[in-house]
């Protein structure tokens, strides 16, 4: 059997498990026409039902095998009382030669993939007492000595094969895939360390172009306290994005656009937007068309509402993305909200299947939720 | 009603006098502390009712003064402008009674000092909204280089389970369960299941704060930056109510192990 190298070392192992069982069942069928065929003295029921036990077993073991269930030990216990029972079954029929086939062997194969070579070669054992027991009572089902000594040897060499060959290719598989991932993790450091370099370029650009033009400037203008507090609150905004950048958290997604669109609508507007994310989200069209309508809202808030902070808050989870957008300032009246440009909010959304919830009154601030239902993935 | 006595702590003296210009003459500061050693000097002598605690700072940060102090039942809020998630959860853990991220929302700050002081807890809107990404969405990107099947390992030992019962829900022999956990336990740095299990957890898988529909709610809605008595409003309940729901989610959290 050719695997491709991605398989999983157990699941090949029970495959192959299968096959071998499927081909011993099919040599112990036709070991039983020729049985029933030439042998008049071997019992035609014990015969029979052994082979209807052997099939039945095979049965029940392939349907075990095909789930994604490990073989247990409770398991290996009743395919090997069948197995031995399928081994004793000529001795009983008073056959003048076995006809199980493959069938016991292929338990041995069962019980050395299962569990380790150990356990194999003590199934190997079971299997031969089942012949030595013959061998005693002078049935003659029962093979020759020497015959039986091949067939134990045999047996043996299977469990030490198979067991060993488990092994082996589960080891190689664990090496494999560490090795592989040992070098996927040192691409990774690498990729980090030159990002981190390029990274630190940039803040020192970034220290030289912001942080100490704003400080020049706030110097010549020490005695205008309306533009100081203009050029520190750009310089906060500034230096908070740099941070956040080097944090990481300024990774594309949802919440670093509607912080962008915020840090926009603070800069054109004058009114200090606090965006907090709660879960985080990839910005595919819809939720570009969201992060837009609550840039509309932010600006509707900055304009009309007279508060002096907007609160913005991303809600992501699987099934829904919500942008709310919240205000102290001075509220509408909602049945009149049509000037307030929320119309072609309402609009927007509507076309990609979400909705827009207002929650206002005359001095008691606005809440506007805007939510998009998305399928579970 | 007295101004209740406040300690500052923190590394930084433009960041104490920042915080003592916010919270004005409604508290009374006893004390600012620069250091861990003579945070927790000041706050055995003062024995103020409420710390304020910087998360960051040299020779052990909050958590060594959380650490000293809290056996003593003083009140410590953190205020930072660490966001990082696990420094916040140590400290809650600890014994915190809230958190507030350091610059944001100045109105309020004296008034969440205040209401901590008192014996509330406090999130701020950062911190509530983490809580609600927590319960909302378990697992963390954060996976220290395991691969799927690892994490799936990984997730099994955090339940509790044997190697064998992992095999046979994994579909995959003891030995090869073992394999994986000899290539998990060194990228974990983990000595032994136990430090498997902690990993796992500090990442919300397994256990995960048990809240209530109720408790999620004003947990998002403290993230939206309602104050409490807006969320009453809002949920048809009292103030009271609401602080005491709060108190209940600060248990939640702390209840992790």
Known sequence: MILPPETNVDSALRRAALLFRLLAVAWMVVMVVITLTTDPGASRSVVLGSMIVAIAGAAWSTRHLLSDRWLTDAFLVIDGLVALAVAFAPQLAGASDGFYGGYPMSWVVMVAVARDVGWGLGAAGLFSATQAVGLFTGSPAAPSPSDWISLTVMAGVVALVIGLGAEFLRTAEARRSRAEEELEAERRRHAVEEARLAERVTVADDLHDSLLQTVRVLAQHADDPERVRGLARRQERDLRGMIERMQGVGRPGAAAALRREAADVEDLHGVEIDVVASGDTEVDQSVAELVRAAREVMVNAARHSGAVRVDVTLEASAGRVAVVVRDRGQGFDADAAAGHGLASVRDRLGRLGGKVDVRTEPGEGTEVELVLIRQQT | ?257
């Open chain 2, 1 to 257: 009603m007295s101004r209740p006595r406040i300690v500052i702590v923190d590394d930084h003296a433009i960041a104490r006098a920042g915080t003592r210009a916010l919270l004005g003459e409604r508290v009374e500061v006893v004390a600012e502390a620069g250091t861990v050693s003579e945070a927790i000097e000041v706050i055995r002598d003062t024995s103020p009712d409420l710390v304020l605690l910087d998360v960051r700072m040299p020779a052990g940060g909050g958590a060594a003064v959380m650490e000293a102090v809290a056996a003593h039942g003083v009140r410590v809020l953190v205020v930072s402008a660490s966001s990082r998630k696990s420094d916040v959860r140590d400290l809650v853990r600890a014994g915190a009674v809230g958190y507030l991220t350091k610059g944001a929302r100045e109105d309020e700050f004296a008034d969440q000092v205040i209401a901590a002081a008192a014996g509330q807890a406090v999130f701020s809107r950062e911190f509530a909204a983490w809580l609600g990404e927590l319960v909302d969405q378990p697992g963390s990107d954060d996976r220290a280089g395991l691969t799927a099947r690892e994490l799936e390992i990984v997730a099994h030992v955090a339940e509790g389970r044997t190697n064998k019962e992992i095999a046979h829900a994994a579909g995959i022999s003891v030995k090869t369960v073992e394999a994986h956990l000899a290539s998990i336990f060194p990228k974990l740095e983990a000595a032994n299941r136990r430090e498997v299990m902690n990993w796992a957890r500090e990442r919300g898988m397994g256990e995960q704060p048990e809240l209530t529909d109720r408790q999620r709610e004003i947990l998002a809605l403290i993230a939206r930056g309602l104050r409490n008595v807006e969320i009453a409003t809002r949920l048809g309940t009292t103030t009271a109510e609401v602080e005491s729901e709060v108190r209940s989610i600060l248990e939640a959290v702390r209840a992790l192990d």
